[in-house]
């Protein structure tokens, strides 16, 4: 029987000990860990408040040297607003709690133009390329983002 339920044998002879001494009362279940909101870190008007910041700005636009809403941008966020350091893992448990998890990217971006990227990486780039090396220069990438 124990192994149909996956109970030890010491849990069912303890729940029978509880039985014989108090009865049906013995075997009626009652919630166990945390209640609901208990020992958060942050209230829900505070919750509220980060997850609205976080779907209306970039990082960087709040003063967070981040492009990407990473769990160490939001726990400087968090630090900046509340002045207190949360730990990273915390940050973690919030954001799953949130809704909030890491999106693993797709392979190519939907806007992709494949004819215009074989054109810049044949002739383009190449160019580009020749020219650096002629005038003895650096090519450095980056990104542009236009947040209007």
């Not at 009865?23 to 166990?32: E, I, M, Q, V, W």
């Not at 607003?81 to 693993?104: D, E, H, S």
């Amino acid at each position: 029987m124990a192994d149909v339920f996956d109970v030890t044998r010491e849990t069912i002879n303890r729940w029978s000990r509880q039985y014989e001494q108090h009865g049906d009362a013995a075997l009626t279940s009652f919630p166990h860990g945390r209640s609901e909101g208990e020992k958060r870190h942050l209230g829900p008007e505070e919750e509220a408040d980060f997850i609205q910041k976080m779907t209306d700005y970039h990082p960087d636009q709040l003063g967070i040297d981040s492009a990407l809403w990473t769990r160490r941008a939001v726990a400087e966020l968090i630090r900046k607003t509340l002045t207190f350091n949360m730990p990273i893992r915390t940050v973690g448990a919030y954001l799953m709690r949130w809704g909030m998890t890491p999106q693993k990217p797709s392979k190519r971006a939907y806007e992709q133009n494949p004819k215009a990227i074989k054109r810049w990486l044949n002739d383009d780039y190449p160019a580009i390329h020749a020219r650096a090396k002629q005038e003895k220069a650096e090519i450095y990438w980056g990104d542009y983002r236009d947040y209007s």
